[in-house]
């Protein structure tokens, strides 16, 4: 049962630029979504959520899009930095979270 | 900045023992969890605890599995008979509340490998 999925394991993208990582998920009573990041030897951080009243919320460098219809939400990371360098995990549920396998994003200099 | 921490950071044992993992949550956080990640796969939920009790717990717990608060402080998972595929990190998080909604802090982890 993978009613999360991260389809992309990795993604480099060139420092400056976009990184954009998608999630998909199946079960139509999701209406809470987030994204955490994850440096090694640590454990997961909280980075943006957003619920299914909205389809955008930004903060800073990112901006998590939402869209029911496809249940399809994405990050956007602009511009990318060094420090983006992570994995990137996105979550959802309605009363318990379920998690996806994970992006790891490169950001190359 | 308060945090999550838990010891020990890696933990090596035989197949068939018994393992106890700690971890300090957040001092006035009110529920906790336990998650897990295989290597290379996704972070799965294993349990919540509040008040005392046990309010969710996933597929995966069974009945090897036990969670306690011993104190005021410690939050421990105990997998009492290990197998090979029990290899894995172990999340513990804790959070103020119980919804959804709030954001749940994460320990750095135990990296627990049976051999």
């Known amino acids: 049962d993978q009613q999360v999925k991260q389809n992309s394991p990795s993604l480099s993208v060139q420092e400056g630029r976009i990184s954009i990582l998608n999630c998909d998920y199946t079960?139509?009573?999701?209406?809470?979504f987030l994204w955490y990041k994850k440096y090694p030897a640590e454990g997961p951080t909280f980075l943006i959520s957003?619920?299914?009243i909205k389809d955008k919320n930004e903060d800073g460098r990112f901006t998590v899009f939402l869209n029911k219809s496809a249940k399809h939400l994405s990050l956007h990371i602009v511009p990318s930095q060094p420090g983006d360098s992570a994995v990137y995990f996105c979550?959802?549920?309605?009363?318990?979270?379920?998690w996806g396998a994970g992006t790891k994003l490169i950001i190359k200099p | 900045e308060p945090e999550v921490t838990q010891t020990p950071s890696h933990q090596v044992t035989q197949m068939g023992q018994e393992v106890i993992l700690r971890c300090v949550p957040i001092?006035?956080?009110?529920?906790f969890y336990w998650y897990r990640q295989i290597l290379g796969q996704k972070v799965e939920f294993l349990v919540s605890?509040?008040?005392?009790?046990?309010?969710?717990k996933s597929e995966i717990f069974d009945d090897q599995f036990s969670v306690e608060r011993p104190d005021g402080s410690n939050f421990t998972l105990k997998i009492r008979s290990t197998k090979l595929e029990d290899s894995a990190m172990y999340f513990c998080?804790?959070?103020?509340?119980?919804?959804?909604?709030?954001?749940?802090?994460f320990g750095p982890g135990t990296r627990l490998l049976v051999l």
């Open positions: 605890f509040y008040n005392n009790e046990i309010s969710e």
């Open positions: 001092s006035n956080h009110l529920y």
């Open positions: 998080a804790s959070s103020l509340g119980g919804q959804i909604q709030e954001t749940q802090y």
């Open positions: 957003i619920s299914s």
């Open positions: 079960n139509s009573m999701f209406d809470y």
């Open positions: 979550a959802a549920g309605y009363y318990q979270l379920i």
